[in-house]
């Protein structure tokens, strides 16, 4: 279905309202059964008041098949038919007048398609080909986990459209049995359900000065869920892991055109092997008691508990078992710690997430009223459950906040300070957490090139009248 504008425009002497019957007619006409016969559907319609002339936006097969149900408008005065898009299609596209991306390597979601629903769900939307979103800190508020609809979405490319029917998991590489599993075979093996907190490695990347390329992600590129599918140690025993194996090479169905490299590649990520079976990495196909949606990896999707969410490749295809190091783009070009000290550039592999809170309420600039003020928030870190979070109300000493519920060790904790201000005016909150391998938030994280890890003790400021 074709997106069109239709303009109808008639003199003001022979408006057809002015006939009873000839306003009924239309009216019939446009009623929503008959439309649907033609094969049209009305988005919706509006009149100019007092200038004659009628909007309709409307999807229809052709532009053929909708003039000729336009007809009736033709006789009574104008009629022009524009092909139109939305304003999700052009973002996605890259201007009005240029065409949707098309995926190089498999079927993929249409890109507008996708970027509206993230709109209608109330993401943020950093960039909507490949569609990047971060969950708003007010959808945060309450729940153990995220409702899918608002649980972030990080992409490098278009997002794959496989069909579950004929999806194939491939295990290869340095294996004794190599395998090719159906979703039906991973559902008829021993499942587990895990929840676990996913963050964005670039998460905090604005809050960097000087400003860092990439993603402008503020602080609500992370959430949790509860996966549920097949442990990865499962997979690999029954594969039959060869003692020359090194690595284990995890491949995305997603892919295509990246600068520097000669042809299409595919999103990959590997882990150390001893890593990979010590880390309870899952072969997840539910999230949150539902199929995998699509823009989280549907059929398939690896769930690295602890680390950062590039290691949790999703629309998962392969794993192949190396003898050496993996040198991928999206593992050796980025996804590194880059530091210049001492005149020297030194790196290091993002991994485990650093230890960070995270205030949701009161939300930033809001108005509270003196007296009793309830701060309430999340923490989490990929080193260890959450040991404590301290709060500084106005500048003063750090009070210890109370945490909501047992220790976590995979996913966030919820926290909370109920405490008093006495005083009007703009007081600034500050919280900061530590977990139990003894990790604590910096006043200032390191500035590093490609904006990674930016866990520095959050600030926000609230008015109190």
Same mark, same amino acid.
């Given at each position: 279905m ?17 006939d ?40 229809a ?16 005065g104008? @009629? ?22 098309? /995926? ?25 080909h ?18 899918? #609809? ?11 459209? @496989? ?15 190599p395998?090719? %599993? ?21 998460? !905090? ?29 499962? &997979? ?11 690595? &284990? ?8 055109? %990246? ?10 990520? /590997? ?11 899952l072969?997840?196909? #539910?999230?949150?008691?539902?199929? %995998?949606?699509?823009?989280h ?15 949790? &490749? ?12 993996? /040198? ?66 106005? !500048? ?24 008093? &201000?006495?005083?009007?005016?703009i007081?600034? %909150? ?19 090139? @490609? ?15």
């Amino acid at each position: 279905m074709a997106l069109y504008v239709v303009r109808h425009h008639h003199a003001a002497e022979q408006c057809p309202a002015q006939d009873p019957a000839m306003g009924a007619m239309l009216l019939n006409h446009l009623s929503r059964p008959n439309v649907r016969q033609h094969g049209i559907e009305i988005l919706g319609e509006a009149v100019v008041q007092g200038e004659h002339t009628l909007y309709f936006i409307v999807e229809a097969r052709d532009e053929g098949r909708l003039r000729e149900f336009m007809q009736p408008f033709q006789s009574a005065g104008t @009629l022009d038919i524009y092909p139109a898009s939305t304003c999700a299609r052009v973002v996605a596209s890259g201007g009005c007048a240029a065409s949707l991306p098309v /995926s190089e390597l498999v079927p993929a979601l249409d890109p507008a398609t996708a970027c509206q629903q993230a709109i209608d769900a109330g993401l943020v939307v950093h960039r909507a080909h490949p569609l990047n979103c971060e969950t708003s800190i007010p959808a945060l508020l309450g729940g153990v986990v995220m409702p899918n #609809a608002h649980f972030y979405v990080r992409n490098h490319f278009q997002i794959p459209a @496989l069909d579950p029917a004929t999806f194939r998991l491939t295990v290869g590489g340095l294996v004794e049995r190599p395998l090719s %599993l159906s979703l039906r075979d991973l559902h008829n093996m021993r499942s587990q359900a895990l929840v676990v907190t996913l963050e964005c490695a670039g998460n !905090g990347r604005t809050l960097f000065e000087p400003p860092i390329d990439g993603e402008k992600w503020d602080l609500g590129a992370v959430s949790t869920a509860e996966w549920s599918g097949v442990p990865l140690a499962e &997979v690999l025993d029954r594969a039959g892991v060869r003692s020359s194996a090194r690595e &284990v090479l995890f491949r995305g169905a997603d892919g295509g055109t %990246l600068a520097g490299h000669p042809g299409p590649v595919r999103f990959e990520r /590997s882990l150390p092997l001893d890593q990979a079976r010590d880390a309870e990495g899952l072969l997840a196909y #539910a999230m949150n008691g539902e199929a %995998l949606p699509i823009q989280h990896g549907h059929p398939l999707r690896l769930v690295v508990p602890d680390w950062y969410a590039v290691a949790s &490749v999703k629309w998962l295809t392969d794993i192949e078992l190396i003898d050496r190091p993996f /040198s991928g783009p999206y593992q050796t070009d980025k996804y590194w710690y880059e530091w210049e000290r001492d005149r020297q550039v030194v790196r290091e592999p993002v991994a485990l997430q650093r230890v960070r809170a995270l205030i949701t309420e009161p939300a930033p600039d809001q108005e509270a009223r003196c007296g009793e003020l309830a701060i309430r928030g999340v923490a989490w870190s990929g080193a260890g459950p959450i040991a404590r979070v301290d709060v500084s109300v106005g !500048g003063g000493d750090w009070q210890e906040a109370r945490l909501v519920g047992e220790r976590k060790r995979h996913s966030w904790q919820w926290w909370e300070l109920i405490t008093r &201000v006495q005083a009007p005016g703009i007081v600034t %909150l500050r919280a900061r957490a530590t977990d139990l391998a003894g990790r604590s938030q910096p006043e200032h994280a390191e500035w590093n090139r @490609l904006g990674y890890g930016n866990n520095a003790i959050q600030q926000l400021q609230v008015r109190v009248a």
